[in-house]
């Protein structure tokens, strides 16, 4: 039982360039999430499914696009990076009909806009 | 203003000390009020969690909520180097799949 994989771990990308980061989860969980943590800003969230077909945005959508594959899969695609998208970028997923909705979190990736 | 407020820290204590971890928020709606521990370079993991007002104790973890004063706290009895890490409030208005909002995180440091 991995829990919630992403893929790439790092990844240096040039301005302008595209990229999509992955995420899978193998918990059987219906709701999934995009969040990125940036220095003195916290973690913010840009986008989320809460069941398989549907993605809403969360505070800070602008400059990415998601899609939620299946229902273990959510990737999250850059399609023209820039330098203020570096971040780390964290995916999690969560049973919606627990009470508390726990999250749970992988490991992240590191993106750097140069 | 941010909705929840956290302070950055860092926050140094010599280990066995009791820890005291705050935040503040502004929306009155948030209901659910969550404690994620982050190791460096990990993703953040739930350590605690509460409903509405009050306490909830879970081994040396005690997390409480004053929502009339807005603030919420985590307290850490007999502090280890192993919990030194930072710790992020988070909270949520309903239930249901919204994502949650986090405050910035407070990095603590237990020194041996």
């Known amino acids: 039982n991995a829990g919630v994989t992403q893929t790439p771990k790092f990844q240096v990308l040039k301005t302008g360039q595209s990229m999509t980061l992955q995420c899978a989860q193998d918990?059987?969980?219906?709701?999934m999430y995009w969040y990125r943590q940036d220095p003195g800003m916290g973690l913010r969230l840009i986008y989320y499914?809460?069941?398989?077909?549907?993605?809403d945005k969360g505070e800070v959508p602008n400059g990415y696009n998601v899609s939620r594959l299946n229902k273990r899969e959510f990737s999250l695609r850059l399609e023209s990076a820039a330098p203020s998208q570096t971040s780390v970028y964290f995916c999690?997923?969560?049973?919606?009909?627990?009470?508390?909705?726990?999250?749970?979190f992988g490991p992240g990736t590191r993106l750097t806009v140069l | 203003q941010k909705e929840v407020e956290q302070d950055p820290g860092p926050l140094s204590v010599p280990e066995g000390a009791i820890v005291s971890l705050n935040c503040t928020y502004s929306?009155?709606?948030?209901?659910?009020f969550m404690w994620y521990r982050q190791y460096s370079r990990k993703g953040p993991e739930l350590l605690m969690y509460?409903?509405?007002?009050g306490n909830k104790e879970d081994g040396r973890f005690t997390a409480q909520v004053d929502k009339s004063s807005k603030y919420i706290s985590l307290f850490i009895r007999d502090s280890q180097p192993s919990d030194s890490a930072t710790y992020l409030c988070?909270?949520?208005?309903?239930?249901?799949?919204?994502?949650?909002?986090f405050g910035k995180g407070t990095h603590l440091i237990i020194q041996p």
């Open positions: 999690a997923s969560s049973e919606k009909a627990a009470q508390y909705n726990e999250q749970f």
């Open positions: 918990m059987n969980h219906n709701s």
């Open positions: 499914s809460a069941s398989e077909g549907t993605t």
């Open positions: 929306n009155s709606a948030f209901q659910y």
């Open positions: 509460t409903y509405s007002s």
């Open positions: 988070a909270m949520r208005v309903g239930g249901g799949a919204d994502g949650l909002t």
